[in-house]
């Protein structure tokens, strides 16, 4: 089986930098994907992780440690529309398997 | 027009009904998935294809079904909703590239109420 754990709830101030944890339990790993949504709307995909290191898209970078079964997301210069609930999600074989989330408040 | 487009976006049902919900997708995809999520559980896998001849069932199916129409429609029934399957169900689709990342294009959900 999986089974994904991430913080239930980050507060951050605008501008600062956050992070945002995700250990994973999983029988076949692939890969780490991150996923935003906003309240009421559809996940957006953000990142994907299949080696270890760090993967850097503008203000977003995501880090995977295989060997830890962890990965985290990284938010610099954080702004107010990036208030939204983060998922993350392994890679198992063919399909993906989401993580509770982590809902991010970002205040002024 | 949405890439990846759910009919209907709210739906309310009596216990005991028949109901469905459909996808339609206009990326090209042959991957396509129902995922529902509830508040605090995150998403979970009800079911997927792969291709128009390939069903298979994910971690929750039980109390579903599907119907892969065409490659570019997926539609997920519930035989005889009950209360506990009020939630918001999502659909998704996938090129399964790698140089993608394998990432999933969701559409806008359909909230689904059963009293």
């Known amino acids: 089986g999986q089974s994904l754990e991430q913080p239930s709830e980050v507060t951050a101030v605008e501008g600062a930098i956050v992070q945002i944890n995700c250990t994973y339990q999983t029988s076949g790993f692939y890969g780490l994907s991150w996923y935003q949504q906003h309240d009421g709307g559809a996940p957006t995909f953000l990142s994907y992780n299949a080696l270890d290191g760090l993967e850097e898209t503008g203000r977003f970078s995501s880090f995977l440690s295989r060997s830890d079964s962890y990965g985290y997301l990284l938010l610099q210069e954080l702004q107010m529309k990036d208030s939204a609930s983060y998922f993350c999600?392994?890679?198992?074989?063919?399909?993906?398997?989401f993580g509770s989330g982590t809902k991010l408040n970002v205040k002024p | 027009d949405a890439d990846v487009t759910q009919t209907p976006r709210n739906r309310i049902t009596k216990t005991g009904k028949r109901i469905m919900l459909e996808c339609s997708q206009t990326?090209?995809?042959?991957?396509m998935y129902w995922y529902r999520q509830d508040p605090g559980l995150g998403l979970r896998l009800i079911y997927y294809?792969?291709?128009?001849?390939?069903?298979n069932k994910g971690e929750i199916s039980d109390g579903y079904s599907v119907s892969r129409q065409a490659q570019a429609k997926f539609s997920l029934s519930l035989e005889s909703a009950i209360p506990n399957q009020t939630a918001l169900y999502f659909c998704?689709?996938?090129?399964?590239?790698?140089?993608?990342?394998?990432?999933?294009?969701f559409g806008s959900g359909t909230r689904l109420t059963v009293v």
């Open positions: 990326k090209g995809h042959d991957r």
């Open positions: 998704a689709t996938s090129d399964g590239d790698i140089l993608n990342g394998y990432g999933y294009t």
């Open positions: 999600a392994v890679k198992n074989f063919n399909k993906f398997y």
């Open positions: 294809s792969f291709d128009v001849k390939d069903i």
